[in-house]
């Protein structure tokens, strides 16, 4: 694999990676009596499934490459027109017998504007929306993100910076609003994550390699042709190649595998149930977890095995725009 492609694959990992400021939240649609979800802000322009669409055997065609989580859609020439993530819904019951709900809802952190506005638009439906950051509890984010010139001295920041000026797409701390009331911080702090990373033998160095290590294994010339073709290229292509990339990092998240798991997934992900239990037992019935796209098959598992919920309903969102411009 040449330089090129190692660059590439740790910008895919920089996007994926968490955010070094905070991360995003969205919020729930009304459950029906049949546990689908039904959003009452469809968005027929957002292209494939709108809102009310409930997961089913239809929402993987011929025209969509899909994860649970994360997607990307393709038009009938097979070339790929929008990568999406998902808002998945679980139903079950608390102690009370009272019927409770917690959407798993993916998020890439670039994206478009508009992706981001409409995440917005939904937060106000959950009693509790259950964000990752790895922060101090107490932690405030501003409307409108984080000082660039800070965050330019760390090096995940500084390549996402990079990345959403060359994909000519937005950053989620820009215009995701986290001072919502609902808001609940579902993350570990930078000490207890510290603390994970060493005792379970990780590093960030070690992931990194993991993830070349990878990439070499599924390398071949015409891959890094075309990346190297991508960066002379138009933003849509840029896109195009960035968004394959991620997607098959999606499926790749066990690479990050430590000793006992991970703490970037596993231990991550054990203490947002830990919050997550915590705010079923104030009562909180409409709930929702909002994390990268490549957490949500652990938080599935845990849901179905640890909370005794059932799969619900789905919907997709167009995150990037893929098409080309002006279309044929």
Same mark, same amino acid.
């Given at each position: 694999m040449n330089r090129t492609s190692q660059l590439l694959l740790a910008i895919a990992i920089a996007l994926r990676a968490a955010p070094v400021l905070a991360q995003s939240s969205i919020s729930p649609p009304p459950v029906a009596e049949s546990?689908?979800?039904?959003?009452?802000d469809s968005d027929q322009a957002n292209g494939g499934a709108t809102d009310s669409e409930p997961a089913s055997k239809?929402?993987?065609?011929?025209?969509?490459?899909?994860?649970?989580?994360?997607?990307?859609?393709?038009?009938?020439?097979?070339?790929?027109?929008?990568?999406?993530?998902?808002?998945?819904?679980?139903?079950?019951?608390?102690?009370?017998?009272?019927?409770?709900?917690?959407?798993?809802?993916?998020?890439?952190?670039?994206?478009?504007?508009?992706y981001y506005e409409r995440l917005n638009r939904l937060f106000s439906r959950y009693d509790a929306l259950l964000?990752?950051?790895?922060?101090?509890?107490?932690?405030?984010?501003?409307?409108?993100?984080?000082?660039?010139?800070?965050?330019?001295?760390?090096?995940?920041?500084?390549?996402?910076i990079g990345m959403q000026s060359m994909l000519e797409l937005e950053f989620q701390l820009d215009h995701i609003d986290?001072?919502?009331?609902?808001f609940v911080h579902a993350d570990m702090s930078p000490e207890e994550f510290a603390a994970s990373m060493k005792q379970n033998d990780e590093?960030?160095?070690?992931?990194?390699?993991?993830?070349?290590?990878?990439?070499?294994?599924?390398?071949?010339?015409?891959?890094?042709? =075309?990346?190297i073709m991508a960066m002379l290229s138009g933003k849509q292509e840029r896109r195009r190649v960035m968004a394959e990339e991620m997607q098959n990092m999606e499926?790749?998240?066990?690479?990050?595998?430590?000793?006992?798991?991970?703490?970037?997934?596993?231990?991550?992900?054990?203490?947002?149930?830990?919050?997550?239990? =915590?705010?079923?037992?104030?009562?909180?019935k409409k709930l929702a977890l909002?994390?990268?796209?490549?957490?949500?098959?652990?938080?599935?598992?845990?849901?179905?095995?640890?909370?005794?919920?059932? =799969?619900?309903?789905?919907f997709w969102l167009k995150a990037w725009d893929l098409a080309d411009e002006g279309g044929d």
């Open positions: 546990g689908q979800v039904q959003v009452q239809s929402d993987e065609s011929p025209g969509q490459e899909i994860s649970h989580f994360l997607r990307l859609r393709r038009d009938a020439k097979g070339r790929p027109i929008a990568m999406e993530t998902s808002v998945t819904r679980y139903i079950g019951k608390n102690d009370r017998g009272e019927t409770i709900s917690v959407d798993l809802i993916g998020v890439v952190h670039i994206g478009e504007q508009e964000y990752e950051l790895v922060a101090p509890e107490g932690t405030v984010i501003p409307k409108g993100g984080r000082d660039r010139s800070k965050a330019v001295t760390n090096p995940i920041a500084a390549m996402q986290y001072t919502q009331e609902n590093s960030f160095a070690g992931m990194f390699f993991k993830a070349i290590g990878q990439s070499l294994a599924s390398s071949s010339s015409g891959r890094d042709t =075309r990346l499926s790749g998240m066990i690479i990050f595998q430590g000793r006992e798991g991970s703490t970037i997934i596993d231990h991550r992900n054990a203490k947002a149930m830990d919050v997550l239990k =915590r705010e079923i037992a104030l009562g909180k909002f994390y990268g796209a490549g957490h949500l098959p652990d938080m599935q598992r845990r849901l179905e095995s640890e909370f005794h919920l059932r =799969r619900g309903g789905q």
